[in-house]
């Protein structure tokens, strides 16, 4: 069975958009959610290039937060290594 697992510094990342972006409450729920279609769909995200070439985008659970995963296939296994603001010049996709 596939499983999810979030770094240290996506972990930071998100805790550093929620407080800058002044998000919901629930934002690490509404995060989980969209990660739950990881489960299914490992290679759902686009594939990126450049730098990020070994890594794919999740869009959600809005528009312009992006979620930067490695899917590892031989150990079954999902990575998230960042979350990044799309609208910022940082963005992994601002970088192709």
Not at 16 to 44: K, M
Request: net charge positive.
């Amino acid at each position: 069975m596939l499983s999810i697992e979030v770094t240290r510094l996506a972990r930071e990342d998100l805790r550093e958009l929620i407080e800058t972006r002044r998000l919901p409450l629930d934002t690490r729920e509404r995060v989980s959610r969209s990660l739950l279609t990881l489960e299914e769909f490992p290679r759902a995200g686009k594939r990126l290039s450049g730098v990020w070439r070994d890594c794919r985008v999740l869009i959600g659970p809005w528009g312009w937060l992006i979620v930067v995963y490695m899917y590892i296939e031989p150990e079954d296994k999902v990575v998230v290594i960042a979350f990044h603001d799309a609208r910022t010049s940082e963005a992994a996709t601002a970088r192709l």
